[in-house]
Every structure is written in C-alpha cells, then in structure tokens.
C-alpha cells in the first residue's frame, strides 16, 4: 500500500511538472495555433491532434510565423520546412531550382507513379517533359482535346444534369462525385483513347475511380508518418497502406489492359489519344510497357484530379455568390444569343470561350482559395539560405503550401478570403496576370504545368454549358470541406439541387 501511494504521488507530481512545463512553452509562442515542440517527439503531437483540419490549421500557423515554420519531430526523422512566402517559391521553384528536386522520399511516397514525370528529376524528367510538351502542343492533339471535352459535356454532363433536373422536385446531387466522373471520362480518352463512361445514368461504379483516391488519401498520411512507421505498415498492408496496395494493383490492372489493347489497334496511327502517340513515335524497343504505364498514369492522375478538385470548388464558390453567376451569365448572353432557340440545352465551342475575361477571372479567383494541389513537396541537396533569412541543411523537406498562399494578406490584401473575380481584371477590363510564385496553382518556374491550357479549356467549356443551362443550389446545411488528401477534394461532397433554366435568357 505504502509503495502505491509513493507511485501515484509521484505520477502526479509528473503530471504537474508537464502541465506546467506545456503552459511555459505555450506562453513564448509567437502564434497560439504553433504545435507544442515537445523534447523527444518535437511537433508530432500537434501534427497528428490537427489532421482532421490541417490545411486550415497550417494557413493560421503560417499566418502567425510570418509565413514561415520549420517542423521539427525529434527521434522520429521527420523534419521539415513549411513555406508560403513568395519570395522563397521564386527561389525555390526558379532562381535556385537545380538544387530543389522533387527527391528520393518523394519518389518513394508517390511510389505508385513510378518513374513518370511527376516523380522524375535531372535527365530522365527533361527528356519526359520534352516528350509530352511536344505532343501536347502539335494541333493535332489541341484538336482532338477540344473535341473529347465538348462531347463530354454535350453527350455526357448536361443529359446527366437534365436527368437529375427533370426527376422528382428537391432531386439532389454530389456535384463533386458528377464532375470528377466527368473528368475522368475525358482524361481516359486524352490518355489513353477510351471512354470509360463513368457519367452514364445510374453511375455505374468503376473500380480504378476508387482506387485512385485510395491512393491520395494513403499518400497524403505519407507525409505525416515517419517513413519507418508507413513503410512498415505498406509492407503488411495495414491501416491505409492496405487499401493503397490493393488500389495499386486495380491501377496497374486497368493501365497493362489498356496498353495492351493500344498496342494490339491496327489502326492506332489514326489515333490522337497521347497512349498512341507515344507507341507511334518510338521505336518498340525504345518504348516499353513499365514506361508506358508510368507516363499515362502520371497523366491520369493529372488530368482527372486537378481538374475535376477546381471545377468543384468553383461550383460550390458560385452557388455561394450569385452575383458572381450573374456576371457570368451577363458575358454568356451575347454568345449564347447567337445559337437560336431551336436547342434543347446550349453547348459552346472551346473557341467561342476563350476571350471571355470575366469567366477566366473568376476561374483563376477559385484556383487562389482552393487550388488543387494544396502543397508542394521539395528536397533540398544541398545547404542553403532562403530570402527569408531561413536556413536549410541538406536534405531537408520542404512543404510549399499553396493552399495558406491564397489566404494571406500579405500577399494579396485585406479581402485575401473573400472571392472576388475582381481582382484578376484590369481597370481597361483586360485579365490581370499574377507571377506564378504567387499564383502557384500550375506550378511555377521549370515544371510550370504543361496541361495549363487544356485544363483551362476544359474548366471554361463545363462551367459556361453548367451555368447556362442550369440553376444550382448548394443543399442547405450540407458541410463542405477539404478532404483529407494530396489534392483538394471535397470531404462530404458537394449536395446540390439541379433546375433547368426556363427559358433562353429569362434569368438574365
């Protein structure tokens, strides 16, 4: 009895030399939100109490830091350096980018991109990226984009939201759940030729769909964990780690089917997908299946996440500002006058969109706040000193966070939250142009997206055929947030009710 009670006074008093020991490092705290930097684990702790809301979280920590916050996690061997502040993306992503490289660690948590161009650096990325800027720039690819993604939305997105609009009144969807279906569809026929047909009524459930965001949710918690502590749980598939090794193999499946039957089409010359292009344009030796499978998953992964992440958040800003609509549905109006009366739903040529200012504004305006990639994952080779006075040793991660970017003030003024298309116009009504390491939605410097101008296509053509022909309503009381992932999906959706505009014009 008498050594019980010596073992819970001094486990008391243990509590009390903690409690006391965690108030002194609260109060020397330059922002109350900074995670508690504890002997041992360093800021672990903090890390994993705010990963239910951590790009919020860390917007507010880098808020209070001057946009700056070096990561410390003790014994565990995660150290790294989070980052918003201009100054240092532009000598990170250019003035200084040899020696800023995506990295081994990096590499190694995307592991299900193989050697594609998103985990490549030095020799093998150069060739890689000039390969595809090539393709993707020849007309013959430029044509055949426009043509997938007005078919798309003609034959596909608005008979979907039609069928939605004409059902029962109060009739609801997940708008996120439709776009990303959506995009899918059209990245499968931009890489690889085929159309899955994710968007047919009754959304036919389609498994490599699934698995792909297994893959985000799992890599995401990658950057987390010590790399011992998730390599680990990858090898005995527990936890996320089992549903990323069974969503790699649904992935790999769906990939060496398709490029099989690529390579098996006598008529694959004819073909304009970027699958068939690139078989067309190599050697069969030079050209091998693993290359092919990492290359048009990188582009997969590009092509339906970015896209279809921005085309929600988008929705979900406009059903939050109807004067934003209105302005877009006043810039419509002239072109959309000049199709007649005789269409059931109004559909627009990629062409017809692409001088409209106030719609791109308004698109760039939703990339600030929600970008799809909300952060950016560097190692640096060797040390270095940022603009900011930061110091780096070789080695270390650092996290650019775009997401904390666009909610600074700072960096772009007192009204930083709220969306104000405004702000992308000129006062001659021309579209104002941002630097791209402040404006780090396609990247910036030497991997500045090569996909920026299709996805811009893209977004243009879905949002005007949406916005014109359909009223949409954000569900009320329906909680949307970020989702726990690399990109910016939803975490709950986006509910909407769909109703078809009445008549040409009338709401204008």
């Known amino acids: 009895l008498y050594t019980m009670d010596w073992f819970l006074g001094l486990l008391s ?49 880098l808020a209070g830091r001057r946009y700056n916050f070096p990561v410390q996690a003790g014994l565990t061997g995660v150290r790294f350096f989070i980052t918003c502040d201009p100054s240092n993306v532009r000598h990170i992503f250019t003035s200084n980018f040899l020696n800023y490289p995506k990295g081994e660690e990096y590499a190694e948590i995307f592991d299900v991109l193989g050697h594609g161009i998103f985990n490549a650096d030095g020799d093998s990325w150069r060739s890689q990226r000039a390969k595809s800027q090539l393709l993707m720039a ?99 598939e527990l936890g996320p780690e089992k549903k990323m090794a069974v969503a790699r193999r649904t992935i790999d499946r769906f990939a060496a089917d398709t490029i ?30 693993d290359f092919l499978r990492d290359t048009a998953i990188n582009l997969l992964f590009a ?43 109004v559909a627009f040529d990629v062409s017809e969109l692409s001088s409209l200012v106030y719609l791109h504004a308004a698109l760039c305006e939703c990339l600030r706040l929600y970008p799809p990639l909300p952060f950016h994952h560097k ?24 997401y904390s970017m666009g909610r600074m003030e700072g960096v772009w003024g007192k009204d930083c939250m709220e969306f104000r298309p405004e702000r992308w116009v000129t006062n001659d009504g021309k579209l104002r142009r941002e630097p791209s390491y402040k404006f780090l939605a396609f990247n910036a410097g030497p991997r500045t997206c090569l996909g920026k101008e299709v996805a811009f296509t893209q977004m243009k053509a879905v949002a005007a055929a949406v916005l014109w022909n359909f009223a949409v309503e954000a569900v009320p009381g329906h909680v949307v947030e970020p989702k726990l992932s690399v990109m910016l999906h939803m975490k709950n959706g986006l509910a909407v009710t769909v109703k078809r505009r009445k008549v040409l014009g009338a709401d204008l």
């Open 13 to 61: 008093l243990l509590c009390c030399c903690c409690c006391f020991y965690y108030r002194h490092l609260q109060s020397k705290k330059a922002c109350k939100a900074e995670p508690t930097e504890w002997p041992l684990l360093g800021h672990l702790f903090g890390l994993l109490a705010n990963l239910h809301h951590y790009h919020d979280w860390a917007t507010v920590v």
């Open 138 to 236: 020849a007309p013959r690819f430029r044509s055949f984009s426009a043509r997938c993604t007005r078919d798309k939305v003609d034959k596909s997105l608005l008979p979907f939201l039609a069928h939605v609009a004409d059902a029962d009144a109060g009739a609801r969807c997940d708008l996120h759940d439709v776009i990303l279906r959506m995009t899918f569809d059209m990245t499968c026929n931009l890489v690889f030729g085929v159309d899955p047909g994710c968007l047919r009524i009754g959304l036919p459930v389609v498994p490599v769909a699934h698995a792909m965001d297994d893959v985000l949710n799992a890599t995401f918690l990658r950057h987390i964990f010590p790399p011992a502590c998730w390599s680990l749980m990858y090898r005995y």
């Open 260 to 289: 099989a039957k690529r390579r098996s089409d006598h008529e694959l010359g004819s073909s304009s997908d970027m699958l068939s292009s690139f078989i067309c344009c190599s050697n069969d030796d030079d050209v091998s299946d």
């Open 303 to 345: 092509g339906r996440d970015t896209t279809g992440a921005a085309l929600s958040w988008f929705f979900y800003l406009v059903c939050k500002n109807p004067h934003v609509e209105q302005k877009i549905l006043d810039e419509l109006a002239p072109i959309a006058a000049t199709k007649g009366e005789q269409q059931d739903m």
């Open 379 to 402: 190692a640096a080779i060797a040390g270095d000193v940022l603009p900011s006075g930061h110091e780096l040793k070789a080695g270390d991660k650092i996290l650019v966070y775009s």
